[in-house]
């Protein structure tokens, strides 16, 4: 059974930093992608990684988050730095077979459960 896992969330001051852990069970993916969802909001991309250097990331988060991925582990994280109270939501790990990171919610075949992130003022 595929199966993505989320962990390290929580609540944060602003200011503050958290690392996010997506682990993959199941098989492998070459794409991984992070998503957030606040409340009274629609799910929005974050950041992606394909292989272990291609990134994307959208503009708000730019310079503040990075994504990383262990392969020997199958495993993804965020390192989110500089936290707003704008980054408070829900974050969804996400796993696609393809070869190039993607913004589109569309393109990813599996999803975790997500994991809470508080960020206080």
């Known amino acids: 059974q595929v199966q993505l896992v989320e962990s390290g969330g929580g609540l944060v001051q602003a200011g503050g930093s958290l690392r996010l852990s997506c682990a993959a069970s199941g098989r492998t993916f070459n794409t991984m992608g992070w998503f957030r969802q606040a409340p009274g909001k629609e799910r929005e991309f974050v950041a992606t990684?394909?292989?272990?250097?291609?990134?994307s990331y959208t503009d708000s988060v730019k310079g503040r988050f990075t994504i990383s991925r262990d392969t020997a582990k199958n495993t993804v994280s965020l390192e989110m730095n500089t936290l707003k109270p704008e980054d408070t939501a829900v974050y969804y790990c996400?796993?696609?077979?393809?070869?190039?990171?993607?913004?589109?919610?569309?393109?990813?075949?599996?999803w975790g459960q997500g994991t809470q992130v508080t960020v206080s003022s």
């Open positions: 996400a796993a696609s077979g393809r070869n190039l990171p993607s913004r589109s919610s569309g393109v990813y075949d599996y």
């Open positions: 990684i394909s292989g272990t250097s291609i990134r």
